[in-house]
């Protein structure tokens, strides 16, 4: 079975100080068994402000080192606070910079595919500014993956991202075959019924939280992906309050089930 882990799963594990990527990359690979994972940059890149820097190269070398050590796909990189926009025309580049920064660093650990927001936290609506200035940097980024060997887009995750009109008209606009979609299953303010089935064309990668995966749609959920010509990972991620380690095994052992279940007749 395809399945990952989301690396945002363990976030409050790593904020108390009991984990480092080092410590992730080992936990997913042998503590539940799986040859894929993905990768949230909070893990190691340095927070400040808005903005987060990327590591040195030693550091992104050890890091592609212990992957390719323990023999792992990094399925997903998932970039916080590298975001295509804000309204300060100043900060509006610096994102810019510091995600070209990180399509590098995507690059050398040999990501398959990658994720940067939208931006745009406050409100679902989109301008026709945000909206062209959106498209062509996702444009500008495609053509970076296409050459390196991935995929690059956004995920449901704030403001108009979690409008599925709007990420399909994003998409439609985009129109390049590195684009793609990670689709945190359910995760919409607007159109949630139909929501994932109207971007599942473009989707690449997935997330299933506890409550999506427990729910009683989570097995049409899968083959509606499939019929769509889906063939990613299917990934688990919840930043649970406690016990990080027995409920991410939990969701693992749930993502099978459900898995096994959309297999049957």
Request: overall charge negative; aromatic content about 10%.
């Amino acid at each position: 079975m395809k399945v990952s882990v989301g690396g945002y799963s363990f976030c409050n594990t790593f904020r108390a100080g009991m984990m480092d990527v080092f410590g992730y990359l080992e936990t997913v690979r042998y503590r539940y068994g799986l040859d894929a994972v993905d990768l949230w940059n909070g893990f190691f890149t340095d927070s400040q402000g808005e903005l987060c820097r990327v590591p040195d190269e030693e550091y992104i070398r050890k890091i592609r080192q212990a992957l390719d050590e323990r023999e792992m796909t990094l399925v997903n990189f998932a970039i916080d606070k590298a975001h295509i926009w804000d309204p300060d025309p100043v900060e509006r580049e610096a994102l810019h910079k510091s995600a070209l920064d990180h399509l590098k660093m995507s690059a050398a650990l040999g990501a398959r595919t990658v994720r940067i927001d939208t931006g745009i936290y406050d409100t679902t609506e989109l301008s026709d500014e945000q909206f062209e200035y959106i498209v062509n940097r996702f444009r500008e980024y495609c053509e970076f993956a296409q050459d390196h060997g991935f995929l690059i887009g956004p995920e449901n995750h704030m403001g108009p991202s979690l409008v599925p009109a709007t990420m399909a008209r994003i998409a439609e606009a985009v129109d390049h075959p590195s684009y793609g979609i990670l689709l945190h299953i359910g995760r919409w303010r607007e159109d949630a019924e139909h929501g994932d089935a109207m971007v599942a064309r473009w989707t690449v990668h997935t997330h299933f939280s506890g409550s999506t995966l427990t729910g009683p749609e989570a097995v049409e959920k899968i083959r509606m992906l499939q019929a769509a010509g889906y063939d990613g990972y299917w990934a688990v991620e919840h930043n649970a309050p406690s016990n990080q380690y027995g409920e991410v095994e939990w969701l693992l052992a749930s993502m099978k089930r459900v898995l096994a279940a959309s297999e049957a007749e």
